[in-house]
């Protein structure tokens, strides 16, 4: 079964950036390419909620919350999605997960983002 593994994240002071990323297995390549991919993030105590979400042709929405601060993007020849993360807040600690938007893919296991005041 095809399966997503997020990484990059970590420990970041408030203002500072990271970059996400979240790399599709080889038997998920194309559902992934072709699909509305989105970004999720699950806060400590909190619903998992949905921050990115971008088309195959790269239109790219986002939460208010992260608008204007986080970008979306992704490489197909990688089957790898992308969320820049900059001039980050506490209020963005979370564990953070892509999927595709509709008809979920199993969940990966996330990646751990912690913003120091």
């Known amino acids: 079964q095809g399966h997503l593994v997020e990484s990059g994240g970590g420990l970041v002071q408030a203002g500072g950036s990271l970059r996400l990323s979240c790399k599709a297995s080889?038997?998920?390549?194309?559902?992934?390419?072709?699909?509305?991919m989105g970004w999720y993030r699950q806060p400590p105590g909190k619903e998992r909620e949905l921050v990115a979400s971008m088309t195959h042709g790269r239109a790219a929405n986002y939460a208010e919350s992260v608008k204007g601060r986080f970008t979306m993007s992704r490489d197909s020849t990688k089957a790898t999605v992308y969320l820049q993360m900059n001039d980050v807040t506490p209020e963005d600690t979370a564990v953070y997960y892509c999927n595709r938007v509709t008809r979920e893919l199993p969940w990966g296991p996330g990646t751990q983002v912690t913003v120091a005041s």
């Open positions: 080889r038997m998920i390549t194309s559902t992934v390419n072709t699909a509305i």
